[in-house]
């Protein structure tokens, strides 16, 4: 039997969408959790715990749609049932995914791509890449608790600092995927320098306009904007 049969089996569907529904699990606890915490204990109004949703929302936007772009790019390199199991766990990167594939591959003396790729290799595939997925969400699970205790003893209980660390803390992660999608090449580089480019600007505009709240869309139409602008000078 052919690997990619295996690959769109009734099972693999079923397991993504059990994982999808804890996942929408998760996130509906979390928002009933986080917005009665606003309301109750933060001090906000309806209105304004509204607001706050909306930029949320709106603030998705991008890394949603840079979402979909991992699970086509899966879709047309394995299965769409394997990419829907995966994407249940929230797989962010299409690289990271094919060197975990392309080893596990190895380990079992195949090489992905290739005649000598079957069913075997498949499921060492399987294996390897949820196997990750489980060691990291443990790790969180376990070192999270102390992050906050080292978060506290960073701040010294001072809400300045810790707003600061915060911005700081999220400048350099976006500036370290950055710098890794520039050193790919490829369009890569293209698609980081459009999209700041297009996110300064659209934040000026929003200054220029008086309307703050197209601040809220920057971050998604900038990265949409890159990807788009990357793949049409790459055409």
Same mark, same amino acid.
């Given at each position: 039997m052919?690997w990619?049969?295996? +690959?769109?089996?009734?099972?693999?569907w079923?397991?993504?969408f !059990?994982?999808?529904a804890i996942?929408l699990?998760?996130?509906?606890?979390? @928002?009933?959790l %986080? &917005?009665r915490?606003l309301?109750?204990?933060g *001090? @906000? *109004?309806?209105?304004?715990?509204r607001a /706050?949703?909306?930029?949320?929302?709106? &603030? =998705?936007?991008g890394p949603v749609m840079?979402?979909?772009?991992?699970?086509m790019?899966?879709?047309?390199a394995?299965s769409?049932?394997? &990419?829907w199991?995966r994407?249940?766990v929230?797989?962010?990167?299409?690289?990271t995914?094919?060197?975990? /594939?392309?080893?596990?591959?190895?380990?079992?003396g195949?090489?992905?791509g290739?005649?000598?790729?079957?069913?075997?290799?498949f499921? %060492?595939a399987?294996?390897?890449? $949820?196997?990750?997925?489980t060691i990291?969400?443990? #790790?969180?699970?376990?070192f999270t608790?102390?992050?906050?205790? %080292?978060r #506290?003893?960073?701040?010294?209980?001072?809400?300045?600092l810790? =707003?600061?660390?915060g911005?700081?803390? +999220?400048l350099g992660?976006?500036?370290?995927?950055?710098? $890794?999608?520039?050193?790919?090449r490829g369009g890569?580089?293209v =698609? !980081?320098?459009a999209? %700041?480019?297009?996110?300064?600007?659209?934040?000026?505009?929003?200054?220029?306009?008086h309307?703050p709240?197209m601040k809220?869309w920057?971050?998604?139409?900038? &990265?949409?904007?890159g990807m788009?602008?990357?793949?049409?000078?790459q055409?």
């Open positions: 052919d990619k049969v295996i +690959a769109n089996a009734p099972w693999l079923i397991c993504g !059990v994982q999808a996942g699990f998760q996130a509906g606890y979390f @928002y009933r %986080a &917005t915490l309301a109750r204990h *001090g @906000y *109004g309806p209105g304004q715990v /706050i949703v909306r930029g949320a929302v709106i &603030t =998705a936007i840079a979402e979909i772009f991992v699970m790019a899966l879709v047309f394995i769409p049932a394997y &990419t199991q994407e249940g929230a797989v962010g990167s299409v690289v995914e094919m060197v975990l /594939i392309s080893n596990a591959a190895i380990g079992v195949q090489e992905f290739q005649p000598s790729f079957d069913m075997v290799g499921a %060492a399987v294996v390897v890449v $949820n196997l990750s997925c990291a969400s443990l #790790g969180a699970a376990f608790p102390y992050l906050g205790r %080292a #506290g003893k960073l701040s010294r209980g001072d809400p300045r810790l =707003a600061v660390i911005v700081c803390s +999220a992660i976006f500036a370290f995927f950055a710098a $890794n999608e520039v050193k790919r890569h580089e =698609a !980081v320098i999209g %700041a480019i297009l996110s300064m600007f659209l934040f000026k505009l929003a200054d220029w306009l309307r709240r809220e920057a971050l998604g139409l900038a &990265t949409f904007g788009l602008i990357a793949r049409l000078l055409a």
